[in-house]
């Protein structure tokens, strides 16, 4: 099994630089030896911004789904964090035992003049992950892993049920979309380390392997609204 493990030299994370950490998922077989964090998650709500809109989706990695959204037209900020639990547990180490009912997340910003919350549906199910695995995504695995759309108006909520019913009506997957739709509570920014993953470390190995594709399917399937 693919392991996403993490060595990196001289990082600085907050206002302090970390030396060296070894990051891997307890649920696939992976220790955690990080360095410590901030004791106290960032808390990010839905964007106040006059004519943007906030959307938060999870569909395993975080690394892999935030480059995805980061690389089209319309969209001006992407955060990778957690969902769906706790701020105590809102951490990679605790999200990692798969006990915590996080997700590993991403929240979007954007602007609906330029790009319309159902083309951000269309991205999320045909590239950015797989919709029909359970708790899972390729070598990851566990609850953390699972594919979720935490909606923050009624409007997005009807959307993405329409979608998802679409998919499943028209049998686009080989499998029935297994996606949850959950009202948004809150969203906890992820460690310093984790954001921009891909673009500081884009030949990780995990990174080659699993997110590079999804960034080429992109540029290929959408291409008219992927920006560099």
């Given at each position: 099994?693919?392991?996403?493990?993490?060595?990196?030299?001289?990082?600085?994370v907050?206002?302090?630089?970390?030396?060296?950490?070894?990051?891997?998922s307890?649920?696939?077989?992976?220790?955690?030896?990080?360095?410590?964090?901030?004791?106290?998650?960032?808390?990010?709500?839905?964007?106040?911004?006059?004519?943007?809109?906030?959307?938060?989706?999870?569909?395993?990695?975080?690394?892999?789904?935030?480059?995805?959204?980061?690389?089209?037209?319309?969209?001006?900020?992407?955060?990778?964090?957690?969902?769906?639990?706790?701020?105590?547990?809102?951490?990679?180490?605790?999200?990692?035992?798969?006990?915590?009912?996080?997700?590993?997340?991403?929240?979007?910003?954007?602007?609906?003049?330029?790009?319309?919350?159902?083309?951000?549906?269309?991205?999320?199910?045909?590239?950015?992950?797989?919709?029909?695995?359970?708790?899972?995504?390729?070598?990851?695995?566990?609850?953390?892993?699972?594919?979720?759309?935490?909606?923050?108006?009624?409007?997005?909520?009807?959307?993405?049920?329409?979608?998802?019913?679409?998919?499943?009506?028209?049998?686009?997957?080989?499998?029935p979309?297994?996606?949850q739709?959950?009202?948004?509570?809150?969203?906890?920014?992820?460690?310093?380390?984790?954001?921009?993953?891909?673009?500081?470390?884009?030949?990780?190995?995990?990174?080659?392997?699993?997110?590079?594709?999804?960034?080429?399917?992109?540029?290929?399937?959408?291409?008219?609204?992927?920006?560099?």
């Amino acid at each position: 099994m693919f392991q996403r493990n993490v060595y990196i030299l001289s990082g600085v994370v907050g206002s302090f630089a970390i030396a060296s950490f070894f990051l891997s998922s307890l649920d696939s077989g992976r220790t955690i030896n990080a360095a410590s964090q901030a004791s106290t998650p960032a808390v990010l709500t839905p964007s106040t911004q006059k004519g943007m809109m906030t959307a938060v989706f999870a569909g395993g990695c975080f690394w892999g789904t935030e480059a995805v959204f980061e690389h089209l037209k319309g969209v001006s900020n992407v955060v990778s964090g957690y969902s769906g639990g706790s701020a105590q547990t809102a951490n990679y180490e605790t999200v990692s035992t798969g006990q915590t009912k996080h997700a590993e997340s991403i929240m979007i910003t954007f602007d609906p003049s330029q790009i319309s919350y159902e083309k951000l549906l269309e991205v999320y199910f045909y590239v950015a992950h797989d919709p029909t695995q359970l708790n899972r995504q390729g070598p990851d695995y566990g609850t953390q892993y699972r594919s979720a759309i935490f909606f923050t108006t009624s409007q997005q909520q009807q959307a993405s049920k329409a979608y998802i019913d679409r998919l499943n009506q028209t049998n686009r997957f080989s499998q029935p979309v297994v996606t949850q739709l959950v009202p948004f509570e809150s969203f906890y920014a992820a460690e310093d380390y984790h954001q921009n993953f891909i673009v500081r470390n884009p030949t990780y190995p995990y990174v080659v392997a699993h997110d590079l594709p999804k960034l080429a399917q992109l540029k290929k399937q959408f291409a008219e609204i992927y920006k560099n």
